[in-house]
Each structure stands twice: as C-alpha cells, then as structure tokens.
C-alpha cells in the first residue's frame, strides 16, 4: 500500500468511518457516475455499479488502488435504493416494516496502472421490527441518503430487530471483504515485482 495510495470512490461518511477502522490511509475521489442500470438482479446490480465508481475514479490517476462500492436493499422481490422523495421514504418504510429482507454490498478494486480489478459481494439479512404508523411516521425522511432510508447504526433509530451476517455491510461496506481484496492486488503486485 505505501507504493499504491487506496482512493476511496464515495463521499459516504459511513464508508469513511468504517475504512478507517483497518488503519490503512487513503484519500477521498467521490465517483459521481450515474448510478442507473438495466440489471435488477441485486448481485449483478451491485458488482456493476460498485465497479462502474472504481473505473470512474481510476480513470482520473495514474496509480494507485481505488475502492468503489454499492449498497442496496432487496424485499418482496423489489430492489429498493435510497429515498427519492419522503413519499418515497414513506413507501420503502412501510414494504419493509416488520419484514425480512436484504442487503446487498457489490465491492471493486481497481489497479489503476494494470487495469486489473476485483470484486464480490456481501449479503445480509436483516428482520426490521413492527412498527405502528405513528411510529413509522417518525422515521419517514430521516435516511434520505441510506439505501432502504434507514441507518442500522444511528442509535436512536429503532426500526431494526435482527441482523443475521455482516453488519459493516448493512451499514455499507463489508470490510471482510475490503481486507480480502486488498490482500489479491497485494499478491499480484508481489507476483508482478
């Protein structure tokens, strides 16, 4: 890493906060890509668009690794992104009120010189409490910027009872995964050397 600066492609402060925790230094190039696609398969969606940011930010250096990632929330056959609108927000909380669902992190890292990257995915399950409609109400327009429009480690939020897998990846980067990449461009650059 001391020879390949990681370039975070997000301006997520979730996403922030959790890369820091593996003590590894990078910078921040937020994508701004367009994150529309024809897929609506949640794997394929995330890879895509995870590796759509990487390849977008990448384009812009000249060396380095760069970390694109996408969260979204699947229930009732429905892949739900962030809140358009608070009637969005409103609709997203009630199709997930009291119900299973999950949540799909697509992870990419780019080599910028190769042009090599590498990607994967991580699913949880998560089970959101019942609320009544008052409560709900409470919630509505609160996560405007979070996939599903809630926020599993806002402490004072209380619309998640269970989660069953990763919890970095419900809150929107799977650092399992983070680490797993790192350590592939890591042996290919030590194979390269």
């Known amino acids: 890493m001391k020879h390949s600066p990681l370039i975070l492609a997000s301006a997520s402060?979730?996403?922030?906060?959790?890369?820091?925790?593996l003590g590894i230094p990078f910078r921040i190039a937020p994508s701004r890509i367009s994150e529309t696609s024809r897929s609506r398969?949640?794997?394929?969606?995330?890879?895509?668009?995870a590796l759509r940011k990487a390849r977008a930010v990448a384009a812009g250096h000249e060396r380095g690794?760069?970390?694109?990632?996408?969260t979204i929330v699947f229930?009732?056959?429905?892949?739900?992104?962030?809140?358009?609108?608070?009637?969005?927000?409103?609709?997203?909380?009630?199709l997930l009120n009291g119900r299973w669902h999950r949540v799909y992190t697509g992870v990419a890292l780019v080599d910028v010189s190769s042009g090599?990257?590498?990607?994967?995915?991580?699913?949880?399950?998560v089970k959101a409490r019942k609320l009544s409609a008052a409560e709900l109400q409470s919630l509505v327009g609160k996560h405007m910027d979070k996939a599903g429009a809630y926020a599993v480690q806002d402490r004072s939020d209380p619309f998640i009872e269970r989660i069953e897998?990763?919890?970095?990846?419900?809150?929107g980067l799977p650092l399992a995964i983070v680490r797993n990449l790192l350590?592939?461009?890591?042996?290919?650059?030590?194979?390269?050397?």
């Open 13 to 21: 402060p979730q996403r922030k906060f959790l890369l820091r925790r």
């Open 165 to 171: 897998g990763d919890l970095d990846n419900v809150i």
């Open 41 to 49: 398969e949640p794997r394929a969606l995330v890879l895509e668009l």
């Open 75 to 94: 229930c009732a056959g429905e892949i739900l992104f962030k809140p358009q609108s608070q009637k969005d927000s409103a609709r997203i909380l009630n």
């Open 65 to 70: 690794l760069v970390l694109g990632a996408d």
């Open 183 to 193: 350590r592939k461009a890591a042996s290919l650059r030590t194979a390269l050397a």
């Open 116 to 125: 090599i990257s590498w990607r994967a995915v991580a699913v949880t399950r």
